[in-house]
């Protein structure tokens, strides 16, 4: 008997604390409210803390004069009458005879009893707290009868405290809802971040610094034995953090999972437990696949019971991850036992994922599985929407460095979007290299490219010019992108994902350029309605902002703010804050704010335009830039911080320079020199129009004379710079030639900006016809709907040479009235005559000017001025 007393007694108190155990207040001030439950329950994996926690409690109860009672159960007490006779040794000493007895006399009912009787005499005297730690070696063939019937004894100040690496099979549903029990799941103990430096600082001889401390708190997940045990190897191996954390599979790790985890699982588990560590992620028909099993579900369901470093994921049901140093260390024992599968097991995860619609990860599967064909082909098929959709830029260049070559070379469309991507990137010659090298394979009928195009359907040569096109829109060369544009005139590009749609969002950014206002926003609705479709957000925030911009161009500053707040939306929901896709929208928004004169609010979203000067910064459409820098220059100018202006004008001016971004250079150029002139510093102003004198070639061969945001900036400064030269006349013709420019394309406000700013170019008739209507604002006019006089009147700039064979002189009233940027319909009711004549009138001046919109139409008749 003895002999048995004495293995009693070596589980009948609790652990000495072992060196670096730590307060974790958080936890241990529960103490405090144990004893107002009938049970405390903490069930968490092996190495969770548990015994620790207990111990701890324990030590405060006892301090606080509560009676208490520590059982560590072990194998023997699977059988009942082992574990009851066990509980009655250990409250023997608390009871008055303390006398023993031959429990191997009594049968387990008998046994029972006489427990309940021993906690009952022993509570009636006071609180009573009986610790149990791990109950999971005791729950076998009674299921859980024992602490059952103490509980349902409901014996008064009486508590027990369980400690289990399983969910403890007793039924606690009543004890839940009367609030009698107290439950700590493994979350509860994993250490913050906090307490894992607290830790360190205390086990370890080798101290951390507080990231090498959050480091390690994120490898280990807070995980306590995974703490202990990294501890214990810093300590051996002084700096391994500057290097790695220790991997699962090394050998301090993999001997604890060996010893605490596997021992004793079935077979079938432990080769479930290595196969299924290929997945990040699991799931009962995930695994499935992968095993080619069907017991997923079920085994999914075991592992979660015994809490063996499985975790379930939130927000996703049914859906667990393994602990990733468990991870790791199964993963170690399946390249060693059964390497030769492993590629395998991941063809499988990425069929599975494939056809269960996430083809992202079949990629990633598709990797680790050392198959880069299929992963090529898999990105080609499957993973352009979701690139181009949501712009995950980052990723797609990892996948393009995994692949090998002749992997990346043989696919059109792989090339095409590393050609998209460096043009957002500003990456053009390399963009042009990529182009060539598909030009090239293409010419080849018997190339593997050539057969992938004919197979998919690929328009190649389409793509090329659309390509080519976007090139010269992002670089600045907006007569390049025409150019490209006209050879795509008539012509559909392949139905396959963003082929024709991107053509029409490019289209119509470049038509915006040319001054047609109306196929520019007639191509770029269409475009949206096709991206909303898609769900595509990038797609959908660019066709928005360029309908946005021909709203802003003609003053319609209401539709533009709509238009634009419901883009920033989508972007706000979609990407990062500081991505392009947010700033592109914030900087236009910024410049109808400063027209409203809501400056905070402008000066706010101006600000989170402004490009982040990171490397993977992607500047986009130059617009982002030029509203934002030139919309904040003027608002400091506005508020009196000039010196702010100045610096944001230059710091701009020297990134453009540095990029070589021929097109945002002069823009900044054009508005330095203006805001000289503007401010009363015509000597500086002259100094930067002679410096812009020297870009003039190469913006002529850049941009048409169309392009308006270029040639209206620069037409301004030329005619201040006149002025100040003494030739007002030659200023007033200039800028009258692009003030009925602006009128015949409907650019109201561009036209409003010359009558607002040079009210001396206005002839006496156009003058009183103006009358004193203000425009509003500091930067563009205000949206106030202009009137128009009822009586017909003839051209303020007569027509001179408008074509051989001559117009008529209705031809002449009509052409006028289409300069002043009139519909058909106002045309038709200003001069008292049926919309249809108007239509006929409008294709005879067509016909005999050779053009074949009335924006040509006035530009013909302008040039020959």
Same mark, same amino acid.
């Given at each position: ?509 470049? %038509?915006?350029?040319? =001054?047609? +206002?109306?196929? /520019? #926003?007639? &191509?770029?609705? $269409? !475009?949206?309605? *096709?991206?909303? @479709? ?58 109808? %704010?400063?027209?409203? =004169?809501? +400056?905070?609010? /402008? #000066?706010? &979203?101006?600000? $989170? !335009?402004?490009? *982040?000067?990171? @490397? ?250």
């Amino acid at each position: 008997m003895s002999q048995r007393t004495g293995l009693n007694n070596r589980h009948m108190a609790p652990p000495r604390p072992s060196q670096g155990v730590i307060e974790r207040p958080r936890l241990t001030e529960l103490a405090h409210l144990l004893v107002r439950h009938r049970l405390v329950l903490v069930h968490a994996p092996a190495g969770s803390g548990k015994t620790t926690l207990l111990a701890q409690w324990h030590e405060i109860l006892t301090a606080a004069n509560v009676s208490t009672v520590w059982y560590s159960t072990h194998d023997t007490d699977r059988d009942p009458l082992s574990f009851t006779d066990g509980l009655i040794r250990a409250l023997e000493p608390l009871t008055q005879d303390g006398g023993a007895t031959a429990l191997s006399l009594i049968d387990p009912p008998d046994a029972l009893a006489h427990l309940i009787d021993l906690v009952a005499r022993r509570s009636a005297q006071g609180a009573l707290a009986l610790f149990i730690d791990d109950y999971h070696l005791a729950e076998g063939r009674d299921g859980g009868e024992t602490i059952h019937r103490l509980l349902t004894a409901r014996l008064p100040h009486f508590t027990i405290v369980l400690a289990s690496r399983n969910r403890p099979q007793i039924a606690i549903s009543r004890l839940r809802v009367s609030g009698d029990v107290l439950e700590l799941p493994v979350e509860d103990l994993f250490f913050d971040e906090t307490e894992t430096e607290a830790f360190f600082r205390a086990a370890s001889s080798v101290p951390m610094s507080p990231q090498e401390s959050r480091d390690m708190h994120r490898y280990t997940e807070g995980w306590a034995a995974g703490l202990r045990l990294a501890s214990l190897l810093i300590g051996t191996m002084p700096g391994a953090m500057a290097v790695s954390p220790p991997a699962g599979s090394h050998r301090a790790f993999a001997d604890y999972f060996l010893e605490e985890v596997m021992l004793g699982l079935p077979e079938a588990v432990h080769g479930f437990l290595t196969r299924t560590s290929i997945l990040d992620a699991l799931h009962g028909d995930l695994c499935n696949a992968v095993t080619e099993r069907g017991d997923g579900n079920e085994i999914l369901s075991f592992l979660e019971e015994a809490q063996l470093f499985l975790v379930a994921l939130p927000g996703a049901p049914r859906w667990y991850k393994y602990h990733h140093l468990f991870q790791e260390f199964l993963q170690a024992r399946l390249y060693t036992e059964d390497g030769g599968t492993v590629a395998e097991l991941h063809s499988r995860a990425a069929r599975w994922f494939l056809e269960n619609g996430s083809p992202l990860d079949a990629v990633r599967h598709a990797f680790l599985g050392r198959q880069p064909a299929w992963a090529a082909e898999l990105i080609e098929r499957y993973c352009l929407y979701d690139y181009l959709s949501h712009g995950r830029f980052e990723l797609f260049s990892r996948w393009m460095q995994q692949l090998p070559q002749d992997a990346r070379e043989e696919r059109p469309l792989l090339l095409l979007l590393q050609v998209w991507r460096s043009i957002n990137l500003r990456r053009f010659a390399q963009a042009e290299q990529t182009l060539r090298t598909i030009e090239l394979a293409a010419s080849n009928e018997t190339s593997r490219m050539s057969m992938i195009a004919r197979e998919t359907g690929l328009d190649i040569s389409g793509r090329l010019h659309l390509m080519r096109a976007l090139i010269g829109a992002y670089d600045g060369d907006i007569a390049a992108g025409l150019a490209h544009i006209a050879q795509l005139e008539g012509r559909e590009l392949d139905q396959l994902a963003f082929g024709q749609v991107d053509l029409d969002s490019i289209h119509s950014y470049l %038509a915006l350029h040319a =001054g047609d +206002l109306e196929l /520019a #926003e007639r &191509l770029t609705w $269409r !475009a949206n309605g *096709v991206y909303d @479709a898609m769900s595509c957000h990038w797609g959908a925030i660019h066709s928005r902002c360029i309908a946005a911009m021909v709203s802003l161009a003609r003053g319609l500053m209401r539709d533009a703010e709509e238009v634009l707040q419901d883009a920033l939306a989508i972007a706000e929901r979609h990407f990062g804050a500081q991505s392009y896709m947010v700033a592109l929208p914030s900087g236009l928004l910024g410049l109808i %704010a400063f027209d409203q =004169g809501q +400056l905070a609010r /402008a #000066e706010q &979203l101006l600000t $989170r !335009a402004m490009p *982040v000067d990171t @490397a993977s910064d992607v500047s986009g459409l130059c617009e982002r830039v030029v509203a934002a820098t030139i919309g904040l220059a003027r608002l400091y100018d506005a508020t009196d911080r000039a010196d702010q202006a100045t610096a944001v004008l230059m710091r701009a001016s020297r990134r453009a320079y540095e990029s070589e971004n021929f097109r945002l250079e002069l823009q900044l150029a054009l508005e330095r020199a203006d805001r000289a002139f503007r401010r009363g510093y015509p000597a500086e102003g002259m100094r930067e129009w002679e410096r812009l004198r020297l870009h003039l070639p190469e913006a002529q061969r850049r941009f048409p004379k169309a392009c308006w945001m270029i040639w209206d900036a620069f037409h301004v400064v030329e005619a201040r710079a006149a002025c100040e030269a003494g030739q007002k006349e030659a200023a007033t013709a200039r800028l009258r030639y692009m003030g009925a420019a602006a009128r015949a394309q409907g650019r109201s406000v561009m036209a409003a900006r010359m009558e607002q700013e040079f009210p001396w170019m206005l002839d006496d008739q156009m003058a009183a016809e103006k009358g004193a209507a203000p425009v509003l604002g500091v930067f563009l006019p205000s949206c106030a709907p202009q009137t128009s006089p009822s009586a017909p009147r003839r051209s303020a700039i007569p027509l001179r040479n408008p074509a051989p064979g001559g117009l008529t002189q209705r031809e002449e009233e009509v052409l006028d009235l289409m300069r002043l940027g009139l519909s058909n319909g106002e045309i038709a009711q200003r001069l008292d005559v049926n919309i249809n004549t108007v239509k006929t009138h409008s294709k005879s001046i067509f016909s005999k000017l050779g053009v074949k919109s009335r924006t040509q139409a006035v530009l013909r008749v302008l040039d020959s001025l």
